[in-house]
């Protein structure tokens, strides 16, 4: 007797593609630079903690050179932890969520040409209108860090933590988050630009100016080029050749 026997194969799972991972939306993002600013802020609280217990219970005094240098860096480096673990979540590399990636050497050189343009007619400007954009502060800063003999930690601040710092916040994550929303690519770099500027209280109304204009560049820049590397590069720059020139002004007279 003869068998007929039959085999069939059960379907296999249909596998639907996992969906993109996207940015967080414009109140998700608001609320973790909220957050990233806070830890900045618990930060800078955490310095003077430190500093009164070691300091024979003497509050710190904001005009000490070390003192302010070392909480506005620890300020400006704890925010990015929370970035980090906010691009985490959503399944992103930091490369691609921040948009670390190469500077295109054309984006370079239009970075750099408008930013010398922007500084030579803000400079001009002031000089005619009378106004200070923030030489005073930076000389008291200059003449109280050299006395502290912290004049390498000054440079690391301004040159190095001050444009990592700000660019990944602003013109890293909030860009990110904002500029799909209905705030839209243009409204996200006037808002980001604005935020950026008040962030400087340090300076008067002339400096605090430059700086917004300073933000719609970057942040035109940044939507241009798609890169924060390239806004990490020319902030960097500005304050490089801003120390240098205060450097010169107040070290070599002749």
């Given at each position: 007797m003869s068998t007929i026997t039959t085999t069939f194969d059960l379907p296999h799972a249909i596998q639907l593609p996992l969906p993109a991972a996207r940015p967080w939306?414009?109140?998700?993002?608001?609320?973790?630079?909220?957050?990233?600013?806070?830890?900045?802020?618990?930060?800078?609280?955490?310095?003077?903690?430190?500093?009164?217990?070691?300091?024979?219970?003497?509050?710190p005094d904001p005009a000490n050179a070390i003192y302010g240098l070392t909480a506005m860096i620890a300020?400006?480096?704890?925010?990015?932890?929370?970035?980090?673990?906010?691009?985490?979540?959503?399944?992103?590399?930091?490369r691609d969520y921040l948009a670390l990636g190469p500077i295109p050497c054309r984006e370079l050189t239009v970075g750099i040409c408008c930013l010398a343009v922007l500084i030579a007619v803000c400079e001009a400007a002031a000089a005619l209108a009378g106004v200070d954009e923030g030489s005073r502060y930076m000389i008291t800063t200059y003449?109280?860090?050299?006395?502290?003999?912290?004049?390498?930690?000054?440079?690391?601040?301004?040159?190095?933590?001050?444009?990592?710092?700000?660019?990944?916040?602003?013109?890293?994550?909030?860009?990110?988050?904002?500029?799909?929303?209905?705030?839209?690519?243009?409204?996200?770099?006037?808002?980001?630009?604005?935020?950026?500027?008040?962030?400087?209280?340090?300076?008067?109304?002339?400096?605090?100016?430059?700086?917004?204009?300073?933000?719609l560049l970057f942040g035109w820049l940044r939507q241009r080029s798609g890169s924060t590397t390239l806004t990490i590069v020319l902030h960097a720059l500005n304050n490089l050749v801003a120390t240098l020139i205060l450097t010169v002004r107040l070290d070599w007279p002749g």
């Open positions: 939306g414009f109140w998700a993002t608001l609320g973790w630079g909220l957050f990233a600013a806070a830890t900045g802020l618990f930060a800078a609280v955490t310095c003077a903690v430190i500093w009164t217990l070691t300091h024979q219970l003497r509050l300020a400006s480096l704890t925010p990015l932890a929370v970035l980090a673990v906010a691009t985490r979540i959503r399944h992103l590399s930091l003449r109280a860090a050299q006395l502290a003999g912290a004049l390498p930690l000054l440079w690391v601040a301004l040159v190095v933590v001050a444009p990592v710092g700000e660019e990944l916040l602003f013109r890293g994550f909030l860009h990110r988050g904002w500029a799909p929303s209905r705030l839209g690519a243009w409204g996200t770099v006037a808002v980001t630009s604005a935020l950026w500027a008040a962030l400087h209280q340090q300076y008067d109304w002339g400096g605090i100016l430059v700086i917004f204009l300073m933000g």
